[in-house]
């Protein structure tokens, strides 16, 4: 069984809420290209299919005690398409 505290992104959903966290402290959470790819499947399902279906709102924080870079999500949310950022960044929280 994988350990949460090992797992670079963390998907938490609490009803209609996603919960994503970027779980690199050591590297200041910064994003790796497989990190990239998982955010971005995870736009792209949330309210549409499987156990994200119900989700209206996704939630990004940082693991551990460093900040998350807004530059970072800005990427992710820029390679979305057009239809689907604008459903999605009306309710984004970047904590």
């Known amino acids: 069984m994988t350990n949460v505290q090992d797992q670079d992104l963390i998907l938490d959903i609490d009803g209609q809420v996603a919960t994503i966290t970027l779980n690199r402290p050591h590297r200041r959470n910064?994003?790796?290209?497989e990190?990239?790819?998982?955010?971005?499947?995870?736009?792209m399902r949330a309210g549409k299919s499987g156990d994200l279906k119900d989700?209206?709102?996704?939630?990004?924080?940082?693991?551990?005690d460093k900040a998350l870079l807004l530059e970072q999500i800005s990427l992710v949310l820029k390679i979305l398409p057009a239809r689907k950022?604008?459903?999605?960044?009306?309710?984004?929280?970047?904590a």
């Open 85 to 94: 950022m604008l459903s999605i960044t009306k309710h984004v929280l970047i």
């Open 30 to 33: 910064a994003l790796t290209f």
């Open 55 to 64: 989700i209206k709102a996704l939630i990004f924080m940082g693991g551990g």
């Open 35 to 43: 990190m990239y790819e998982e955010i971005r499947q995870i736009c």
